[in-house]
């Protein structure tokens, strides 16, 4: 499957320090987007643990897909998304370890959203509240579901647009790496068609950028470079109140 791809990240308007991190792997078609939380920039130390676990875990096993694994496999599940679970889920478990050895870390932990392209699908892997999106036929459709406070009391009060606009808890997050030892990884697969873009964000994007002029941008700007750059102008114009992070990623046929 050819791809072309890209992404940037940019601390904002209202940060010193960028705590959101980003894996372009062409080689295995693996674009991942983590946010970091928690004091004294340990939260850049947790999204780049997990950067750093998921592309390990990827090399070690294309090199030898026999190497012994840190969890069971889920039988139900075929071997590519095994494999991108256990990525995120050692990913967790290396960031826990660290929060409990080191006082300094204590409370660390990350998002991690990301899309791997395989065999003509694409498996979308997420924990917390970045993103994964695809745009399709002129239409934009959010593959992940966030894992938040905000979106817990929709499902379950059905707010109205003006309370989810008003709701004063949208930070909180209820699923991040490294909250405890063991995590529990959404994953769904989708067919890939050509043409399909595929969007990867921090919520420093989707939470400054409404979904329709994503679309707007993603539609109009065929360059993924420029895209992507026009994107994060529109977040830091919007405010830029959080770190921005964005890929993306087009299935060229």
């Known amino acids: 499957m050819k791809i072309s791809f890209f992404g940037d990240t940019h601390v904002g308007m209202k940060r010193t320090h960028n705590e959101d ?30 950067i750093e676990a998921i592309a ?5 096993t294309r090199q030898d897909q026999e190497i012994t694994w840190p969890y069971k ?9 095994n494999r ?11 960031i826990h370890e660290a929060a409990q050895r ?5 409370g660390m932990g990350t998002t991690v959203a990301g899309a791997n392209l395989v065999d003509g699908q694409v498996l979308v ?7 994964v999106y695809r745009v399709r036929n002129g239409q934009i459709t959010q593959l992940t579901e966030d894992h938040s406070l905000l979106n817990d009391y929709i499902k379950a009060k059905k707010l109205t647009p003006e309370e989810i606009a008003n709701f004063p808890h949208k930070n909180v997050i209820v699923r991040a790496l490294g909250m405890k030892d063991t995590v529990l990884v959404d994953i769904t697969r989708h067919p890939v068609q050509p043409g399909d873009v595929y969007l990867m964000c921090s919520d420093g994007l989707s939470g400054m950028v409404p979904d329709d002029k994503l679309l707007q941008v993603i539609k109009t700007t065929p360059d993924l470079g420029q895209a992507t750059k026009t994107l994060i102008e529109l977040a830091n114009q919007a405010g830029g109140v959080d770190n921005i992070t964005a890929i993306l990623v087009r299935a060229e046929g």
């Open 56 to 60: 390990n875990f990827f090399k070690a």
């Open 21 to 50: 991190n980003l894996l372009k792997m062409p080689e295995e078609n693996l674009f991942v987007v983590c946010d970091g939380m928690g004091g004294h920039a340990s939260g850049e130390i947790a999204s780049q643990m997990a």
């Open 102 to 106: 080191e006082a300094r870390y204590r």
């Open 125 to 131: 892997a997420n924990v917390g509240d970045s993103r």
């Open 84 to 94: 991108f679970i256990m990525g995120v889920k050692l990913a967790n478990l290396r």
């Open 73 to 81: 496999m889920d039988k139900n599940r075929p071997y590519d998304e």
